[in-house]
């Protein structure tokens, strides 16, 4: 009996865990898209789009969490996290404060709340904001998609 020696299997791993990494860095790509269309939307008040792209981006952002959760970073200390910890201790994402640049380049706390209002009147753009506050951004527009639905 030919044993498969122990590298063979280290290496399949190692390449199984890159190609989730490149399947992870391709859904935020595309995640990153749908939110620019998604505040196009907002700023041009499209109800049905908006609520089209953040289904999508719904769906694709659940998608990344699975990956990451396959990959045991799912815990990992993040946007994501701190928008479940605050879920959990029942605070709206919309009222969590995310630090942002002024017109001076100077670091300010403002609400996501206030984030996303100064996106629907053009006064920031998404490609702007940090990794972290793009996503408290997106959970922020669900949320307020979720509650006018209520």
């Not at 952002?61 to 996290?81: D, M, Q, Y």
């Not at 998404?126 to 979720?146: F, I, Y």
């Amino acid at each position: 009996m030919i044993k498969t020696p122990q590298l063979q299997k280290s290496y399949t791993v190692l390449r199984a865990e890159k190609d989730i990494r490149l399947r992870i860095d391709l859904l935020e790509a595309q995640s990153s898209f749908i939110a620019k269309m998604l505040t196009r939307a907002i700023s041009e008040h499209d109800e049905a789009v908006f609520a089209e792209y953040a289904k999508r981006l719904a769906v694709f952002r659940g998608r990344i969490e699975e990956l990451l959760w396959v990959l045991g970073e799912k815990n990992t200390i993040g946007a994501a996290a701190a928008a479940a910890a605050a879920a959990a201790a029942g605070q709206s994402v919309l009222d969590m404060r995310v630090t942002s640049k002024n017109n001076n380049d100077n670091d300010v706390t403002v609400s996501v709340r206030e984030i996303i209002e100064k996106l629907r009147r053009g006064e920031l753009r998404m490609d702007e904001l940090s990794a972290d506050t793009q996503t408290m951004v997106r959970k922020g527009a669900l949320e307020m998609k979720n509650s006018s639905h209520t």
